[in-house]
């Protein structure tokens, strides 16, 4: 039933929309339908979800976690723990915050069948069923039906659906971050953040101003007159301000090392929520206050309101929310909430003072609140009840900057600790203390200025450490040093009020009662910390900070200690809730292509994702690329490999403590295949190294390492070696690279190649030349064979690469040239026995586990991981690389594979392994324990799918071409 | 997120950095004994208070540089040879 005019057959009147109301933030002239749970409602834009609702006289908003009770408004924010609701997709939305939109699908969350009639509301009658712990005593044992009882728990608890995987989102929304520079940041919006933020401004700061709410403003929203001008008067002067941005519906959700902040923006135009990391030079925080519910019997009926929720109820939506209303009043803002409700036209039963000692004992009534008893005894019937019995300061973002808010009996809260506040972190504002507006706004200014002086003088230490800051650089800040002078905020006396002398709910999104804290005590959890971790409270949606408080004060009741010595849980980031979407952001993955990734694309390549590269995994068939190779000539795109250009008199110096192996004597004109190591002896990297002239050299990296290896030279050179003189500057990219192999790959080349003689006995296999390909000049040419054949690779100035790959395809045609990709490359070299590091080694393969002991030259002085190698000599290897064939040509057992030895234990593992196209067989290599590795040794291979096969050890690692006459000629 | 000290950059998020570890002079290879090479390979004295420690500023000037962290309070000063 829709109610926007009171019912006039009715003698009292019922809750339902007002007329308009001075600080109104609805839009009249622009109404919107919504449909929820299926019935059609109306509101206006401006309302909220929740406020539209209450306009329409709904009073149950959803069904509470554990006991599935009734729960309607209680603080009519973005707080509310009674109204998550679903909107269309998006489960949890939090109604007392989101604003409505037209069309707008909005349900009530995992009620059943209905939110009227919820059969789960039968867990209210179980009652101890479900007390503190009971999870971990009712089901512990036996551990076999966990599953089950997590799927039977499941459906109890009140969260919303989440679509499934790829149907979700809003479409056209998006996830999005930003970086940020602020001088100053000002966390709240109300008098305090807004006054902050102008004073700031003024003396020249950068500002950014953020307000969880929809608007500026705070209390004032909800003032009276005066207030309303206040608020006109401080939106004008932060609007006159241009060095103030304002991010409403924002919140500071984190304070990180040297205020880094994290603000999360919500509701953009086409973004859902945008993560801003802020670089602050100083942070301001002013949140205000949070009222806090009292704890009585019957505190969670539908109908039991904090005075701010029916105050912003009236004053911000126009909605009247009740008809009869007893009010337990303790400070001026709940008397105010008196005289709102009397305007509002709502009977005000009773008011109760709590500063003469009254209170309320317990509210009673099935969906709602239908009668309240007093502490006098009296009995009242109504259907409001308004509760103003004190103030929670959001103290998070102060405890997040190292402060331990300190507990004052006198105001009833917890205030911050100024001593233990960082310098670049201060305060303002009703989280300070209380005052007139005048007063509030007086500290905040005299607060700012302060802010803004420290984050000048911050500037300017900044600046000033920035030793390559260039001459024309704009003129630091000139910080005045005088402090200044701030008039004291000081909290106002508050009686101490939070439980009355029955028990109710102190957690209203998990369903803990004062009850259940005091029995989890009388059990031994006597510690708030391990109280809250026994119970969950506070680690609902509302994360403390509603219900922290009275946590404290209930524990130190029931374990007669005061607040103080009880002391608070510890807030952590993140303040307020956060998407995995806006966590993740917009997705920047770089990703790299070779200059030929348009010819690959164009000729069928199957692309494969390598690291950042995107390489041609084959061309459509890798055996016959591999075959082409053997009896032709192939030519592989190899851009990705890691290339070093190094330059100096002391190069070879380095490279022997780079490699296993030994280079001094390497001559000009002449490559040689290394072996890097780390420290601990494990293999890190390989490849060959050319000397291209008398101080010059390349040198070659996986292309995985090709980064690694570059900080690793780098290391050495700067802080072991800054003496030697040598040039490291990274050409992976500035090169494009080809590997030309085959038989008739010289052939080929002879084609196309000028300035140098290819003749066997002048261009030999190990050599490196540089010369002209294609017409394209300075192209580094070497003759290696990573994949066993004749085979020369070209390094061609990244621009031309294309070029010349497509002149090495014309070429060729003749000749039969094919393209081929990644997996043909690895066939080629697991038939020619060449390993991977990475692949057949591991993060502990040590060099003499590496094949490699040929290249390792103990006997040098100095080189990476030398120490370790000769323990690892000394002691003999655990496991050795081998070449395997299965006795069963056919069958090709899987990489990672287990080899087990005749015991059945495992003995190693097959590292590598394909059908060799050449052998027409299965063939692996595989790290094995020595025992087991001496050639023509049979070992069994255990399948994936549980068999075992037979395979054969082989001597050497090659399976094809062992003696090397392929790539010699 | 910390800012470390860069003597060339400036103070720069840790992220453009690669954290290198508690700084320590190589051993030398000829006369150090296998327990001081381990040391210097495995043992991570952890303490809670200043610790030096190399930092690579690989988003930037590239120098990898010496600092001085505290570890209980993320405070940081460039070394003296940093």
């Known amino acids: 039933m829709s109610l926007t005019t009171p019912n006039p057959t009715s003698t009292r009147v019922r809750p339902g929309r007002l ?30 979800i929740a406020s539209a609702l209450a306009a329409s006289g709904v009073r149950v908003f959803s069904r509470s976690y554990k006991y599935h009770r009734p729960r309607g408004l209680l603080t009519a924010d973005f707080l509310d723990p009674g109204c998550s609701v679903q909107v269309g997709d998006e489960p949890n939305v939090r109604g007392g915050h989101r604003l409505v939109e037209n069309g707008m699908v909005v349900s009530s969350q995992n009620t059943w069948p209905s939110l009227r009639f919820d059969v789960k509301a039968v867990n209210g009658l179980a009652g101890r069923f479900l007390a503190p712990g009971f999870y971990y005593k009712t089901f512990i044992k036996p ?67 953020v307000e969880e709410e929809h608007e500026l403003g705070g209390h004032l929203r909800w003032g009276d007159a005066d207030d309303l001008a206040t608020l006109r008067d401080l939106r004008a002067q932060v609007a006159a301000e241009p060095g103030i941005e304002v991010l409403t519906n924002a919140v500071v959700s984190g304070r990180f090392d040297d205020n880094w902040l994290s603000i999360v923006e919500r509701g ?66 709940g008397d105010a909430a008196v005289e709102d409700l009397r305007r509002a036209g709502v009977e005000v039963a009773a008011v109760v003072d709590a500063r003469a000692g009254d209170t309320v004992v317990r509210a009673t009534g099935r969906s709602g609140v239908s009668q309240v008893e007093l502490s006098t005894g009296a009995r009242i019937a109504c259907d409001l009840l308004v509760t103003a019995v004190g103030w929670t300061a959001p103290t998070s973002l102060l405890n997040m900057s190292g402060d331990r808010p300190v507990y004052r009996p006198s105001a009833a809260r917890f205030l911050p600790d100024p001593q233990r506040m960082p310098d670049d972190v201060l305060a303002t504002g009703g989280i300070v203390g209380d005052g007139t507006v005048t007063e509030l706004v007086a500290h905040a200014t005299a607060i700012a200025g302060a802010a803004a002086r420290r984050a000048a003088a911050r500037a300017r230490a900044i600046g000033e450490a920035v030793p390559t800051r260039g001459d024309d650089a704009p003129a630091l ?46 059990e031994g959890y006597d510690s708030i ?32 200690r005061t607040m103080a010595e009880t002391g608070t849980t510890t807030w952590r980031p993140m303040y307020a809730p956060v998407t995995l979407g806006a966590l993740a952001g917009r997705i920047h993955e770089p990703v790299r292509y070779s200059p030929m990734q348009r010819w690959h694309e164009q000729h069928g390549a199957t692309p494969l994702v390598a690291g950042q590269w995107i390489r041609p995994e084959h061309y459509g068939d890798p055996a016959a690329e591999v075959r082409a190779v053997r009896t032709g000539v192939g030519i592989i795109d190899v851009t990705p490999i890691g290339k070093l250009d190094l330059r100096g008199p002391d190069v070879a110096e380095l490279l022997n403590l780079l490699y296993v192996n030994k280079w001094s004597k390497l001559g000009v004109g002449k490559v040689r295949y290394g072996v890097m190591c780390a420290e601990d002896g494990v293999v890190m990297d390989d490849g060959v190294t050319g000397r291209l002239g008398e101080d010059r050299y390349l040198m070659s990296t996986t292309s995985s390492g090709a980064a690694t290896v570059w900080e690793w030279v780098e290391d050495w050179l700067q802080t072991s070696h800054p003496d030697w003189r040598v040039h490291v500057t990274p050409v992976t990219t500035a090169y494009a690279s080809i590997n030309v192999a085959g038989p008739r790959s010289r052939e080929l080349m002879a084609r196309l190649v000028s300035g140098v003689d290819l003749a066997p006995d002048a261009f030999g296999y190990m050599q490196v030349r540089t010369g002209s390909v294609a017409g394209v000049d300075d192209c580094v040419l070497w003759r290696i064979g990573f994949t066993g054949e004749l085979s020369y690779e ?68 100095d080189f990476a991981g030398k120490p370790e190698l000769v323990w690892q000599r000394e002691q003999g290897p655990t496991t050795q690389l081998v070449a395997l064939q299965p006795v069963d040509r056919a069958t090709v057992p899987e990489e990672a594979a287990q080899i087990l030895g005749e015991d059945g234990r495992i003995a190693g593992r097959i590292t590598s392994s394909r059908m060799s196209p050449t052998l027409g067989r299965a063939i692996c290599l595989g790290q094995l324990e020595p025992s087991l590795a001496t050639p023509g040794t049979l070992v069994t291979v255990r399948l994936v799918d549980g068999r075992d096969i037979r395979a054969e050890v082989i001597e050497g690692l090659a399976h094809v071409d062992p003696e090397g006459t392929r790539q010699r000629v | ?71 209980g309070t993320n405070e940081v000063r460039l070394a003296e040879d940093g």
């Open chain 1, 529 to 560: 910390e391990l109280v809250k971790r026994y119970t969950t409270v506070t680690m609902g949606p509302a994360q403390g900070k509603l219900e922290t408080v009275n946590t404290v004060a209930i524990v130190a009741e029931a374990t007669g």
């Open chain 1, 143 to 209: 551990q076999l039906l966990w599953p089950l009882y997590e799927k039977v728990l499941r459906r109890f608890v009140h969260a919303g659906e989440v679509p499934e995987a790829g149907t979700g989102g809003v479409s056209g929304e998006t996830f999005d971050k930003r970086y940020a520079h602020p001088d100053v940041v000002v966390a709240g919006g109300g008098p305090a953040g807004m006054a902050a933020a102008a004073a700031a401004a003024r003396t020249g700061s950068r500002v950014m101003l």
């Open chain 1, 19 to 48: 007329a308009p109301q001075p600080g109104e933030v609805i839009d009249r002239r622009r109404p919107v339908t919504f449909t929820w749970n299926g019935s059609t409602h109306r509101g206006f834009q401006g309302d909220t």
């Open chain 1, 794 to 861: 070209v390094h061609v100035p990244a621009s031309y690469g294309l070029q010349v790959w497509e002149a090495l395809m014309a070429a060729g045609e003749d000749l039969g040239v094919v393209p081929f990709g990644v997996e043909a490359q690895r066939i080629l070299r697991l038939e020619k026995g060449h390993f991977i590091v990475g692949q057949d080694t591991d993060g502990l393969t040590k060099a003499y586990s590496s094949a490699v002991d040929w290249a390792i030259k103990l006997d040098k002085d």
């Open chain 1, 268 to 333: 953009l135009p086409q973004v859902f929520e945008r993560l801003v990391k802020a670089r602050a030079k100083t942070l301001i925080v002013a949140p205000g206050l949070i009222e806090r519910p009292y704890v009585f019997e019957g505190n969670d009926l539908p109908g039991v309101m904090l005075s701010t929720a029916v105050r912003r109820l009236v004053n911000l939506y126009a909605v009247r929310p009740g008809s009869r209303a007893v009010v337990l009043t303790a400070n001026p803002e």
């Open chain 1, 477 to 522: 800040p000139d910080p005045d040093p005088t402090p200044v002078d701030v008039p004291v905020l000081a909290p106002a006396d508050h009686p101490e009020l939070f439980r009355s002398s029955t028990h109710g709910f102190v957690d209203f999104c998990e369903d803990v009662s004062s009850k259940d804290l005091v029995i989890a005590i009388k």
């Open chain 2, 1 to 71: 997120m910390m800012l470390v000290p860069c003597p060339w950059c400036g103070p720069r998020n840790a992220t453009e950095f690669r954290y290198g570890g508690a700084a320590g002079a190589r051993p030398d290879l000829v006369s150090a004994t296998p327990q001081q090479w381990r040391e210097y390979l495995y043992t991570q004295r952890n303490p809670l208070g200043w610790s030096r420690e190399g930092w690579y500023h690989r988003a930037g000037c590239r120098r990898h540089i010496t600092i001085e962290r505290h570890t």
